[in-house]
């Protein structure tokens, strides 16, 4: 729904005549709906987005209720209960230690979450510092700091969270975070660099200079700012790389030790026995997909929500 | 002394190609008070000059000689930090499309204030009953609410008034306005000239208008420099040059105007410019209007060397070899093409 304002403008003078003056809040009514309630109606509209978004709801109310409310204990072994194959008990069975794996899985989904969203939030902190200063400043800083990208791009994205969790020696929580961050900030920097690049050549911007506006100012009153839709995007497309980057590394062995596991290490588990007992493999792999794809989903709705121009779907 | 004196401005452009003379000796002077008219067409280097005195240009363009003295000082030696000082404090400028010219993720007085802000010494509320002072003071209705509106909630219209009142908030003595009516409406066009002179007056401001359209300068403006490929062909009072026009390209121009009222309305056409503005990568030695002007001939000056630009009447410059008071005096010329 467009609103011309002038429209707007003139009906909330009729209501303004009609009702003797101070009924202007009739207008303000109106001109309400702003850009962001535009984005919201339109990601709302778009099915497989809000269908997403429930569903991402769900596993995020999953992982975060369940380990509350179980009544097992997650470290408790009992091998007389062992590889019980799902039920109303153990709704998703339990492993060769006879654990329970509904709030396991829920546990490995707040490991797995956690390390997404804390990846997730430093890798975009760098990549947008990374690409804003490259991108504002320009010329020769520029270049050198886009040549440098391109030979981190060069190199394959497992080796450098291996290397980078070597350096560090242990593997637990926050070294993980650090090592995914590290292996995985490139493409945010430089689709920061290039919306910052477009942003600076708009009028705003040059009537910002012509106002006498420092620097400073017009990076981060003028240019980040008009950035944040793309970045919200880019957090929900950077969240699924991220928590299948720890997935693949703790199914490498390299992930966080036990008797704490994240959906990658349960999977890692169940691989042995994913013959006899498939259910062990494929309920993590399932929470993994099912966080992926929802945030694909969610990514995919917002860009469209928040950028009307694009209409076209990954 | 004028408020700014331009004085034989050559800005250059780098470019694959080579270098672009975008302006190429251009001398202008603004008196206290009034309002100097630059006008021409697309690309010959009026919006340029304004950028040069603004301290605006892009980082392939630069000053390569002249002097631009604004109120006895020289901006073209000042570093960017003293040019930021006096932008937007003692020169304002108005670009063309007020639809991109607001951010769009800040509310309409967050950047009227963000001016006064940076330049005056004022408080948040100072600044925002200031706000609503200038909202007003270009007719925009309900200015105590629609300060806190964001800028697609107004027409294009109201943007441009907008950023006249942005323009204005630190009592600038200099306002540089950039085609301020071209993207408009026809009839929002003539408030927004209207609004301009009247507030012009208010501030005791001087101004630059340009444009590509006679009919503005003929309302707005006390001076009109006429700019063809670079250079100043034409400069006067504007009656002076509505009434004789000398050069041939700007009777050209009012040619190329449509007239609603006088002799020969209805019956005469509207007469195009034939051919293009030169190549400014590679300005020609001679003339640089010779090859679409009607009365340049191969075998006199004008393909040879450059005319100056000389007073013909006093206060009345013109640069070609054909000014229309001297074609009278040699009427075969003209006849024999």
């Known amino acids: 729904m467009v609103v011309n304002p002038e429209e707007v403008e003139f009906r909330s003078r009729l209501v303004e005549r009609e009702a003797g003056g101070e009924t202007y809040a009739a207008g303000a009514a109106i001109r309400q709906a702003s850009l962001w309630r535009d984005a919201v109606r339109r990601f709302t509209h778009n099915k497989a987005a809000v269908v997403s978004m429930v569903g991402f709801v769900v596993l995020l109310l999953y992982v975060v209720i369940v380990p509350w409310v179980s009544p097992y204990d997650p470290n408790n072994v009992d091998f007389s209960l062992a590889y019980q194959n799902p039920s109303l008990h153990h709704p998703f069975g339990t492993d060769e230690f006879g654990r329970d794996l509904f709030v396991r899985v829920a546990l490995g989904g707040r490991i797995s979450i956690g390390i997404g969203f804390a990846a997730t939030f430093a890798l975009m902190i760098v990549g947008i510092l990374y690409g804003a200063i490259s991108g504002f400043v320009g010329g020769w800083l520029d270049n050198a700091l886009m040549r440098f990208l391109d030979a981190l791009y060069g190199l394959p994205y497992l080796p450098f969270a291996i290397i980078t969790l070597a350096i560090f020696g242990v593997v637990n929580f926050w070294t993980m975070v650090v090592a995914l961050t590290v292996a995985s900030w490139f493409t945010t920097a430089r689709v920061m660099r290039g919306q910052i690049i477009t942003l600076k050549e708009n009028d705003y911007v040059r009537a910002a200079r012509a106002i006498g506006a420092r620097w400073y100012r017009i990076l981060f009153r003028h240019l980040l700012p008009n950035t944040l839709g793309v970045a919200i995007v880019f957090v929900f497309l950077e969240l699924p790389n991220v928590v299948l980057g720890e997935a693949f590394l703790s199914f490498l062995g390299l992930g966080i030790n036990p008797p704490n596991a994240s959906w990658g290490s349960l999977a890692q588990d169940g691989y042995s026995q994913y013959l006899s007992h498939p259910y062990l493999i494929v309920i993590p792999s399932i929470a993994i997909a099912w966080l992926i794809l929802t945030a694909f989903f969610i990514a995919d709705g917002l860009r469209d929500a928040l950028d009307p121009r694009t209409t076209e779907h990954v | ?337």
């Open chain 2, 1 to 337: 002394m004028a408020l700014l004196e331009v004085d034989d401005l050559r800005t250059y452009f780098k470019t694959r190609a080579g270098e672009v003379h975008a302006v190429d000796g251009v001398s202008i002077a603004v008196e206290r008070g009034k309002t100097l008219g630059i006008v021409g067409e697309s690309g010959c280097g009026k919006s340029v000059t304004a950028l040069s005195i603004m301290g605006l240009l892009p980082p392939s363009g630069r000053i390569v000689s002249g002097s631009i003295r604004f109120d006895g000082r020289e901006l073209t030696r000042m570093s960017q930090r003293e040019l930021e000082d006096i932008r937007g404090r003692q020169i304002a400028m108005i670009f063309q499309d007020p639809m991109t010219s607001l951010n769009p993720t800040l509310r309409i007085g967050t950047q009227i204030m963000e001016t006064m802000q940076r330049h005056l010494d004022v408080s948040r509320d100072e600044a925002r009953k200031r706000a609503i002072d200038l909202l007003e003071e270009v007719h925009i209705p309900n200015a105590r609410q629609r300060l806190d509106d964001y800028p697609h909630r107004y027409s294009g219209g109201m943007r441009q008034r907008v950023m006249i009142a942005i323009a204005l908030s630190c009592n600038p003595r200099l306002l540089i306005a950039d085609e301020p009516t071209t993207a408009l409406d026809v009839t929002v066009q003539a408030g927004i000239l209207d609004l301009l002179e009247e507030l012009r007056e208010e501030h005791e401001m001087s101004m630059i208008i340009i444009t590509h359209d006679m009919g503005v300068v003929a309302e707005a403006a006390d001076d009109i420099a006429v700019m063809y490929a670079g250079q100043i062909v034409e400069q006067t009072s504007a009656e002076e040059l509505f009434d004789h026009p000398e050069h041939p390209y700007t009777e050209a121009l009012l040619g190329a105007l449509p007239q609603l009222e006088g002799e020969g309305v209805r019956r005469g056409r509207l007469t195009a410019i034939p051919g293009r503005p030169p190549d400014l990568l590679d300005p020609p030695t001679a003339c640089r209007f010779a090859p679409r002007c009607p009365y340049a001939s191969f075998d006199d000056s004008c393909a040879k060397e450059p005319p100056e630009l000389r007073e013909i009447r006093p206060g009345h410059l013109v640069r070609t070899a054909h000014p229309a008071s001297e074609r009278a005096a040699r009427p075969v010329e003209a006849a024999v093409r």
